[in-house]
């Protein structure tokens, strides 16, 4: 193996920079994680307290492109999810709906959404357990604070 013998002293010296330069700034009181701030060895930061209301409102409407005759048993039921888990953050349940646009507004807590995801809201119409029409997309909110998704479309369960 051919080695360039220049190269052994230099990478020492750098090598040497590095440790005077780690010990100068734990001297000096600079030890601290760069990632989140806390001391080395230490616990990290309790995170910061989330600034707004404590809970929220979603409005919107949901109508069909087809006539269907709305039953005093069947129930519109809105809800928003996570779009990364799509776990349900809140829900919102109506019965006794008797024409569209059937307008709502979905109450949720702020402190239930997660830093860095995405919610949306789908819509249903039920019989019972059954889902006659929904959603065919998730419609995106800008979830933390009150917010107008405008109308929601509902198609035909096949």
């Known amino acids: 193996m051919n080695v360039n013998t220049n190269l052994i002293p230099a990478l020492r010296r750098v090598a040497a920079r590095g440790a005077l330069l780690l010990l100068f700034a734990g001297a000096a009181g600079c030890a601290h994680c760069p990632l989140c701030g806390a001391p080395w060895g230490g616990d990290a930061p309790a995170p910061a307290e989330t600034v707004g209301p404590a809970r929220a409102v979603v409005r919107g409407s949901a109508i069909t492109?087809?006539?269907?005759?709305?039953?005093?048993?069947?129930?519109?039921?809105?809800?928003?999810?996570?779009?990364?888990?799509?776990?349900?953050?809140?829900?919102?349940?109506?019965s006794g709906v008797s024409s569209f646009p059937w307008?709502?507004?979905?109450?949720?807590?702020?402190?239930?959404?997660?830093?860095?995801?995405?919610?949306?809201?789908?819509?249903?119409?039920?019989?019972?357990?059954?889902?006659?029409?929904?959603?065919?997309?998730?419609?995106?909110?800008?979830?933390?604070?009150?917010?107008?998704?405008?109308?929601?479309?509902?198609?035909?369960?096949?």
């Open 103 to 158: 307008t709502f507004e979905l109450e949720y807590s702020t402190g239930a959404l997660l830093p860095k995801r995405s919610y949306g809201l789908i819509a249903e119409l039920r019989a019972g357990e059954e889902v006659l029409f929904r959603t065919d997309t998730q419609y995106p909110v800008a979830a933390g604070h009150d917010a107008q998704v405008g109308e929601m479309i509902l198609v035909r369960r096949r």
């Open 65 to 94: 492109l087809e006539r269907v005759t709305l039953l005093p048993t069947y129930r519109f039921v809105v809800r928003m999810v996570d779009l990364t888990s799509g776990a349900t953050v809140a829900e919102r349940s109506e």
